[in-house]
């Protein structure tokens, strides 16, 4: 929108994406989140929505590889820390019931 602060779309975008995800419409949430993106290339929220959206997509390698790039500038953010951490364990573990130990590791570093 013309004049609208981009800290202001961002979060309108964030919130949409949230909805989204929220409504189980995976595809918008991951879209809304690029945009975000787009316009706060480092914004820890929209790439924890678009990883978060990725990993419930199953695009399970790219949600690993944009969580690791969220986790750049958001090393200090809980919700983020919490989302890697929850993806590491239940999402990325698939079948593997022993887990990887590796995997299991980084996800204790991050909680």
């Known amino acids: 929108m013309p004049g609208q602060r981009p800290e202001d779309e961002v979060e309108k975008l964030l919130e949409a994406s949230a ?20 316009i706060e290339p480092r914004s820890v929220a929209a ?14 390698e790219e ?13 200090d953010d809980p919700e983020l820390l919490l989302g ?17 130990p590796d995997r299991l590791e980084r996800a204790l570093e991050l909680a």
Do not use: T
Not at 63 to 75: C, F, M, N, R, S
Not at 90 to 98: F, P, T
């Open 47 to 60: 790439l924890h929505h678009r990883a978060a959206a990725l990993a419930e997509l199953g695009q399970i």
């Open 84 to 100: 890697a951490a929850d993806f590491l364990v239940n999402v990325q573990a698939g079948d593997d019931e022993a887990g990887d």
């Open 63 to 75: 949600a690993q590889a944009a969580y690791e790039k969220a986790l750049v500038p958001g090393k």
């Open 19 to 38: 909805a989204a995800f929220e409504a189980g419409e995976l595809e918008e949430a991951l879209a809304r989140a690029e945009d975000a993106r787009a």
